[in-house]
């Protein structure tokens, strides 16, 4: 089974400052890899995902993810976050062709 | 506007009674999931569906029962044999079964809670 492992369960970061958050995958032939976003007591809504073709993955709300093949690796960035960045960003990777196997989660901390 | 609906918000449950969980959506996907989410886990799959009366057994499936008699239903029956159902539930669906086109879109969530 593919799977994924954000390295990071917490971020702090200050207002307007560059994030990163990290994920690695499991290496496999193909790989189809996603970014979700969780607001509190809310489901989850897709940021980003890659399928094929340009490694740099352009979403929604500013950010951006790079699929690395030699690292094996999918982080998530954005340059200048905001207070309203605050939430629980999931990596996921498409298990079995089927469902999504997702990563525990990162929770991101936008303070003034 | 088209969505997934999630209801209730809130459940509260005793011991050893079944609960069914309603999960609706509008949007003629084919295929539908059910996630738990525990804090610190991410989520983990209990059934999915790909078309109507068929379902499979996801990571985390004893305890719990589903059924699709219905392209825009899937309802989730947690039972009183899951030995811990305290948590947050998420259902999802996706026009393309087993395609990585086939984005999910993610209700609201119920949150159930066992006194």
């Known amino acids: 089974a593919q799977s994924v492992t954000q390295l990071d369960s917490q971020v702090p970061v200050f207002e307007e400052a560059p994030v990163e958050l990290r994920c690695n995958y499991s290496s496999s032939v193909s790989v189809y890899l996603f970014w979700y976003v969780q607001y509190p007591n809310q489901g989850l809504q897709l940021l980003l995902k890659y399928l094929s073709g340009s490694t740099l993955v352009k979403g929604i709300n500013g950010f951006e993810a790079e699929f690395n093949k030699s690292q094996t690796s999918f982080h998530l960035r954005k340059p200048s976050v905001h207070i309203s960045d605050t939430a629980e960003y999931f990596c996921a990777v498409i298990d079995s062709g089927y469902a999504l196997n997702f990563g525990k989660g990162t929770s991101l901390l936008v303070t003034p | 506007d088209g969505g997934i609906t999630q209801s209730p918000k809130y459940l509260f449950r005793k011991e050893g009674q079944n609960v069914t969980l309603s999960c609706e959506q509008n949007l003629n996907h084919d295929a539908m999931y059910w996630y738990r989410q525990d804090p610190g886990q991410g989520l983990r799959l209990i059934y999915y569906?790909?078309?109507?009366?068929?379902?499979q057994k996801g990571d985390i499936a004893e305890g719990y029962s589903v059924s699709r008699e219905k392209k825009e239903s899937f309802p989730l029956t947690v039972t009183s044999a899951q030995k811990n159902p305290t948590a947050f539930y998420l259902c999802?669906?996706?026009?393309?079964?087993?395609?990585?086109?086939?984005?999910?879109?993610f209700g609201p969530g119920t949150r159930l809670t066992v006194l």
């Open positions: 999802a669906s996706s026009i393309l079964p087993g395609s990585p086109l086939g984005e999910q879109f």
């Open positions: 569906s790909q078309i109507v009366n068929d379902f």
